[in-house]
């Protein structure tokens, strides 16, 4: 991830005369493909960040996404960033010696790439045995005066989103009437509270999502006790929306806070789920269900960028595609896919912006791989032991897919294996090779120039910050 920029640069320039040599027809997209790369290789500060997550998106989800929309040969969005990488993903146990989790849930992935550090599955932005809390990329851009923004088509409070803006022991502990894996974090007991609070509390100027019945549970102690979460949002000085054209209608200048459904958002597609053999299918997928007044992915980010550059500022902003994961996880492919389209709908948007704003950091990737494989065609002897479903793709031609990392009927599983991530502005040929997650927080802390200096080794040092001198 330390490679300097001119080995980059050389590196690249090579690559387009290869490319140009071998090109006799001159097609225009290669020579965009050469301009998004130049612009890439810039070693200068990012403006601004946008860091795009699908959850659950691992390679299978991308390309089933691609041979379904688009076709086998065809591209989408998110195919178009010039520099693309492998992340590992791998977690921690919670107890010493911390030995690897080689699956990772949403909580510890999202740690992982927020805080630059590893914890144990289910934890947010806490260290795994010790329960510290650990400083999130978000919170250092709030630091230097950033403004910053997440936006998620689940629960405000589900894992990726709350790894910005909470520290706490369990991601189950979403609102101040779930804290049951986390009494200490209590406000009642003072702690910080619920996910839901301490995402109010924390001021993140723009917060879009699902959620709203985690926020209005009513707060137990500090200075909000007896008001629900979302009194106390406007009562620090929010403004809130709960539809897709009061959403439209925000202008800059004040906090905001979308609250779209009680739990996570419609999904986007729907269709038959995978089953047994002989399968379901062959199908093709029922689309737009989504209801009008539920924005989707793309428009809540076309806002949120809208409202956060607003006068030229700097801005760091989270966008999850949530629910790839949560219907990967119930073996529903049409979900899945149109899920993943939104998502890719939502990407296209962050390089439009891009475009015209080319000090933009942009980064696109999942956060763990999952349960979904493309399989062949199945026969009476041949085919997957769990359940699938066979779709009918833009090409005409039948793809099935199969879940088959757990029993027919149960909650099929996340898998262990390198997740894509893909890149493009300055620092985005950080993300080429193979690296761990964690690595993404540096990054980005480095193209916005947030990143603290090391703490200084020796024993003067040290006693200068115990007195509190440095
Ligand atoms: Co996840
Ligand atoms: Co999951």
Redesign the pocket.
Known sequence: MRRTCVTVAFLVAGLLRVARAGDVSGAPAELDHGRALRRSIRCGRAHSVILLIG??LGDSEITSARNYQVGAAGRLRLDTLPFTGALTSYSQQENPPLLPEYVV??AASATAWATGHKTSNSRLSTTAATDQPLTTILELAQERGLRTGSVTTAELTDATPAALAAHINHRSCEGPADMQACPQYLKANGGRGSIAEQTVDHHVDVVLGGGSDRFNQRIDGGPYSGLTVTQSAIAQGYTLVENAAELEAAVPGRKLLGLFAPGNLTLEWTGERATAYPGSGPQRCVEQQRPNREPSLAAMTHTAIELLAAGDARFFLQVEGASI??RD?VADPCGQIGETIAFDAAVGVAIDYARRHPDTLIIVTGDHAHTSQIIPAPTQDDHSPGVFSTLITADGAPMTISYATNLPGRKQE?TGTQIRVAAEGPHGADVVGVNDQTALFATMADALGLRRPEPEAGFLPALRRLLGLD
């Open positions: 959850d659950g849930d949403s994961d949560k996880h996340h």
